[in-house]
Every structure is written in structure tokens, then in C-alpha cells.
């Protein structure tokens, strides 16, 4: 059984950084794809970063428009973490943010269909 635990979130005032972190425990896979979904009050689920390995490939990473040049996703191999760096946050990144899983190397990493395991969501707010 995959377990995927989020750590990190909490309060910050607009401009400022947070560091989310996802440990994943139970399996390890030679192949997958791991990414941050956030969900705000009222809005669908949406992907903000994935990272796709194949052995010891890694692909690019992927980022959603709305964070492309302020967050920055990586993945501690070793200890099977993963993080996500946020930087300059705005009121906007408020939301609850998910770590999830795919135990393969996914083309449809956007999809939120995509993913077989799912952290229990940490909270992001950032006031204006």
C-alpha cells in the first residue's frame, strides 16, 4: 500500500515562499510520475507541477502557466520525496495542494485520472 504524506503548507503574506514535501512510503517504482494538484474554494482540481522518471531518466519537468518561473518541482530519489519550491506566492496560489502518484511514466500527466495514489492535501493560504 503507497502512502503520500504532505507536510509544509500553512500562512504566508503575498511575495513569500513555502516549501511543500511529500513522502512517500510503501513501494518504490522503476518508473513514474509524480505531480502537485492544488484545488481552491469553488475551482476544479489542477495540475501546478509533474515530474516523470524511467529508471534513472528523469524527463523535464512540467508546470502549469499560472507558476511557470515561481515554483520549481524536484524529487529527493534517496529518500522518495518530493517538493515543491514556492516562490513569490500571490493570494491566488491559495488552495489545498495534493501530492499524487503514478506508478508508470505518464504522457496524460495533467489528468488528474492519470494518478492511482493522492496525498491527503495540505492548505496554502497567502494574504494580500
Known amino acids: 500500500q503507497v502512502q503520500l504524506v504532505e507536510s509544509g503548507g500553512g500562512w504566508v503574506q503575498g511575495g513569500g515562499s513555502l516549501r511543500l514535501s511529500c513522502a512517500a512510503s510503501?513501494?518504490?517504482?522503476?518508473?513514474?510520475?509524480m505531480g502537485w494538484f492544488r484545488q481552491a474554494p469553488g475551482k476544479e482540481r489542477e495540475l501546478v507541477a509533474a515530474t516523470r522518471w524511467s529508471g534513472i531518466l528523469t524527463a523535464s519537468e512540467d508546470y502549469a502557466d499560472s507558476v511557470k518561473g515561481r515554483f520549481t518541482i524536484s524529487r529527493d530519489k534517496a529518500k522518495y520525496t518530493l517538493f515543491l519550491q514556492m516562490n513569490s506566492l500571490q493570494p491566488q496560489d491559495t488552495a489545498v495542494y495534493y501530492c499524487?502518484?503514478?506508478?508508470?511514466?505518464?504522457?496524460?500527466?495533467?489528468?488528474?485520472?492519470?494518478?492511482?495514489?493522492w496525498g491527503q492535501g495540505t492548505q496554502v493560504t497567502v494574504s494580500s
Open positions: 499524487a502518484l503514478a506508478g508508470a511514466f505518464r504522457t496524460d500527466r495533467f489528468n488528474e485520472h492519470a494518478y492511482e495514489y
Open positions: 510503501g513501494r518504490t517504482f522503476n518508473s513514474g510520475t
